[in-house]
T-cell receptor
Framework: DTAVSQTPKYLVTQMGNDKSIKCEQN?????MYWYKQDSKKFLKIMFS???????INETVPNRFSPKSPDKAHLNLHINSLELGDSAVYFC?????????????FGPGTRLTVT | QQQVKQSPQSLIVQKGGISIINCAYE??????FPWYQQFPGKGPALLIA?????SEKKEGRFTISFNKSAKQFSLHIMDSQPGDSATYFC???????????????FGKGTKLSVKP
């Protein structure tokens, strides 16, 4: 069984559209994250959720909104997509908050905005 | 946000050689230093991690060396194999903190290619 899964794996869309990426973890972890990896491979955290509560909200545009229906799922909704949003988005989970817990990453969603 | 500086950006090593990747940090409050390995088309995965109370940690062919006074740490891959070809990320965090202070701060990555 896949520990952290994301759908879709690839997403191609036009500027101005709204899209969502789904993430599910079956590890029983309390904390989930969204990361953005740009074309230069730089990994930066966007959000994290602990027990359905947003505990980190980095300085990302408010066009990005995380939604967690339960602690096993953390979806990412993006409004009014822009060219600069093109990147690979990774979902991750960990047993608790704080950087000392191992983070388990999903396979990534490659978003291309044309 | 505090930075973690990683070098080199890319590294080519012959099979059987030693791969060395270096990282430097600024925030003296960092107390957890993991390395993540990412294969093409996959998400990063934890490889090995160290805390500043030890100067070295070894797991198989992978060793982290840590120099607290210099605020530097490095990953050594002994007997490098073609299967080690991947992108390696160092990271750092402040443990026992919630909120943004507990974030993992990643270096910019090193693309390692091990030639047969």
């Amino acid at each position: 069984d896949t520990a952290v899964s994301q759908t879709p794996k690839y997403l191609v869309t036009q500027m101005g559209n709204d899209k969502s990426i789904k993430c599910e973890q079956n590890l029983g972890h309390d904390t989930m994250y969204w990361y953005k990896q740009d074309s230069k491979k730089f990994l930066k955290i966007m959000f994290s959720y602990n027990n359905k509560e947003l505990i980190i909200n980095e300085t990302v545009p408010n066009r990005f909104s995380p939604k967690s229906p339960d602690k096993a799922h953390l979806n990412l909704h993006i409004n009014s997509l822009e060219l600069g949003d093109s990147a690979v988005y990774f979902c991750a989970s960990s047993p608790g908050t704080g950087g000392s817990y191992e983070q388990y990453f999903g396979p990534g969603t490659r978003l291309t905005v044309t | 946000q505090q930075q973690v500086k990683q070098s080199p950006q890319s590294l080519i090593v012959q099979k059987g050689g030693i791969s060395i990747i270096n990282c430097a940090y600024e925030n003296t409050a960092f107390d957890y230093f993991p390395w993540y390995q990412q294969f093409p088309g996959k998400g990063p995965a934890l490889l090995i991690a160290i805390r500043p109370d030890v100067s070295e940690k070894k797991e198989g062919r992978f060793t982290i060396s840590f120099n607290k006074s210099a605020k530097q740490f490095s990953l050594h891959i002994m007997d490098s194999q073609p299967g080690d070809s991947a992108t390696y990320f160092c990271a750092a965090s402040v443990t026992n903190y919630g909120g943004s202070q507990g974030n993992l701060i990643f270096g910019k990555g090193t693309k390692l290619s091990v030639k047969p």
